[in-house]
């Protein structure tokens, strides 16, 4: 900035005279002032202009278009049917009761409130003895039903575990072959050991032949089979073997003594029984032998 120029009042920096300058104004010219609103020529103050009114008359709507009346059916032909005579009854005319069935009875007033007061009856509630009753008497029979499936399906395990009886009938003197040995009764006998406490029973004494047909029949002179006597009806009596074999080889025969206590009366009428064990003889269940005297 040149030195030769002095700021004015107005903080502008003013050239020397007649010297030009760019950011010097020029001189403003005075303007008068002139109406801008509302216009010169309103002659109120509103500022919207009025509607024309014209009073000739209005011409009518158009008319709404409407559907097309919708266009009519021919009616259906007549049936053409043979002239009936009109003295002529019908044929599927058939006379009128006689006399005319009675009318139905109508039902009185007493009766139209009798269901209404059986179905108030019936709502009533039931008495706090009669509920106990009926849930004991449940309560009692869905326990006697649990126990009889228990019971059923107990008893059908057990019959699917225990093994029939298989009873086979072996004639007098005769050798039959029963798990892993053949049997053979030699004879019944009075025992010399009787006991004189029981004078009602007799000691009899059996003599059994028993042969192994393998190795396993070796283990019937420390495990014997099980013995019994049996009457005519269906009684039994255990018998005891009071001397085994020492050994049982393959095919050599050994020698079985049994010892039975049984009623004096029945000493000649019992049979020797031959079960697979002691066990099963007193279930009696599984393989049998039945030897007749």
């Known amino acids: 900035m040149r030195r030769d120029r002095k700021q004015d009042d107005t903080g502008v920096f003013r050239p020397p005279s007649g010297e030009p300058s760019w950011f010097t104004p020029g001189p403003r010219l005075p303007r008068p002032d ?18 024309v009114v014209d009073d000739a008359p209005q011409a009518p709507p158009p008319p709404i278009p409407q559907a097309p009346p919708p266009i009519p059916q021919a009616p259906p032909p007549i049936p053409q049917t043979p002239p009936v005579d009109a003295w002529a009854a019908p044929a599927d005319a058939s006379p009128p009761p006689w006399p005319p069935p009675p009318a139905p009875p109508q039902a009185s007033a007493a009766e139209d409130e009798a269901p209404e007061r059986q179905v108030r009856r019936r709502r ?4 706090a003895v009669a509920r106990f009753g009926l849930h004991l008497f449940g309560a009692v029979g869905l326990s ?6 228990q019971g059923y399906d107990a008893l059908n395990r057990y019959d699917s575990r225990v093994q029939k009886a298989e009873v086979r009938y ?9 798990q892993n040995a053949e049997w053979k009764v030699i004879g019944f006998a009075r025992s010399p050991q009787q006991d004189p406490e029981t004078p009602d029973r007799l000691m009899l004494q059996i003599e059994l032949e028993g042969t192994a047909i393998n190795d396993d029949g070796k283990y019937y002179t420390t495990s014997p089979p099980g013995f019994l006597l ?6 039994s009596w255990l018998a005891l073997p009071s001397k085994t074999p020492k050994e049982m ?8 003594t049994l010892l039975s206590a049984v009623p004096t009366e029945l000493a000649d009428q019992v049979e020797l029984e031959l079960w697979t064990n002691q066990r099963q003889a ?12």
């Open 144 to 149: 006697a039903a649990f126990l009889a499936v």
């Open 34 to 51: 002139t109406r801008v609103w509302p216009p010169p020529d309103s002659r109120n103050s509103s500022t919207m202009p009025i509607p």
């Open 170 to 178: 072996v004639a007098q003197g005769m050798t039959v072959k029963l």
């Open 249 to 256: 080889l393959p095919g050599i025969p050994g020698r079985f």
């Open 124 to 127: 009533r509630p039931m008495p």
């Open 282 to 293: 007193l279930e009696r269940t599984g393989p049998a032998l039945h030897f007749d005297r």
């Open 230 to 235: 049996t009457d005519t009806r269906g009684r």
